[in-house]
């Protein structure tokens, strides 16, 4: 799917984000479960793996969840 295979992962942190979204007057409360992981992954698919790394994972992109951050590992 994005060019990737998870070979390790644990979840480092977790946090609660509440919001409000005013949408043509009317405010919608939601909310989400941050989570930061960390582990180890392998590229498959080198173009898509570059779009996803450029472009973050998920569905709460714009909500500054999703992005990628590499640390290589040798």
Known sequence: LN?????????????????????????FKGG?????????????EKDKFKEAFKSGIGRSKSLNCGMLTLIPIN
Do not use: I
Not at 3 to 27: I, L, M, N, P, Q
Not at 32 to 44: H, I, M, N, S, T
């Open 3 to 27: 060019g990737f295979e998870v070979k390790e992962a644990r979840v480092e942190k977790t946090e609660w984000w509440k919001f409000t979204k005013k949408k043509a007057g009317v405010d």
């Open 32 to 44: 989400l479960l941050a989570c930061q992981f960390k582990g180890r992954l392998q590229v498959k």
